[in-house]
């Protein structure tokens, strides 16, 4: 069973990042999988034992910022402690932002989570839009790429422990110069990519199905389709 919790569905949903959450849902559909997802919208509190992976999706600034108060002041705690046992933590975009310390955008600085190290600043310069693809590897020596598509005005910077998710093999990242995309540590990953994400890397859906519920050896399917439109994102970022 996976046990999915959505934090403002209808807030942080830009690019249809809602498909993320279908993907999963389907794919432990076809495999007999139960699933079983939750929305956590502003003022609701969340139990840190009720679910295996809590999904933060993006969000544009006016929503984030509403967004943000609301995760501090009554989510904060128990992201913490669903972190710290383990369960995965996944923001994309508006909400790998809040992961983090702060989002400056001029003269207000909107609060983040502090899971991770990091804090954005929304700058002067252009926003950072296009098709992107990054290496990374989720387990010791499994190299593979992940495909999407980027949009945002912030810039992330990350604290000098922590570790970016991906490496960039074309597009912006993080902040369009340092090379590096995303943020993972242990169980709390963050990543600018939409696309939406998981439609177009099923391997990442399963990764993530797989270890939010700990099964070893998830059952094959036929991913054809899926394949193709992985294959059609890498294309599109230029990366064969
Ligand atoms: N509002 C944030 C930014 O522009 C995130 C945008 C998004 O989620 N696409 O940086």
């Known amino acids: 069973m996976l046990r999915v919790c959505a934090l403002y569905p209808d807030l942080m949903n830009i690019y249809a990042d809602r498909g993320n959450l279908l993907v999963l849902e389907r794919r432990c559909a076809w495999r007999g999988i139960g699933f079983d997802v939750r929305a956590a919208g502003l003022g609701d509190a969340v139990d840190p034992d009720a679910h295996d992976l809590f999904y933060l999706g993006g969000g544009q600034d006016r929503d984030q910022r509403l967004c943000a108060f609301d995760l501090v002041q009554t989510k904060r705690d128990a992201l913490h402690a669903a ?12 909400g790998f932002q809040l992961l983090g310390h702060a989002y400056a955008l001029g003269d207000e600085e909107i609060p983040g989570l502090g899971l991770v190290d990091l804090h954005t600043v929304r700058g002067a310069g252009e926003r950072l839009i296009g098709n992107v693809a990054i290496e990374v590897e989720l387990e010791p020596g499994a ?21 970016p998710l991906g490496r960039i093999l074309r597009g912006h990242g993080n902040t369009g110069a340092s090379g590096a995309e995303g943020v993972r540590r242990g169980s709390v990953i963050g990543t600018y990519l939409h696309g939406p994400l998981l439609p177009k890397n099923v391997w990442f859906a399963d990764w993530l199905i797989a270890t939010a519920t700990g099964t070893r050896d998830l059952a094959p399917l036929d991913d054809t389709l899926e394949e193709a439109a992985h294959a059609g994102a890498r294309r599109a970022a230029g990366v064969g």
Do not use: I, Q, Y
């Open 83 to 94: 972190a710290a046992r383990g369960a995965l933590v996944l923001g994309v975009c508006g």
């Open 143 to 163: 190299r593979r790429v992940l495909a999407g598509f980027e949009n945002h005005g912030g810039r992330t910077h990350l604290g000098a422990g922590e570790r």
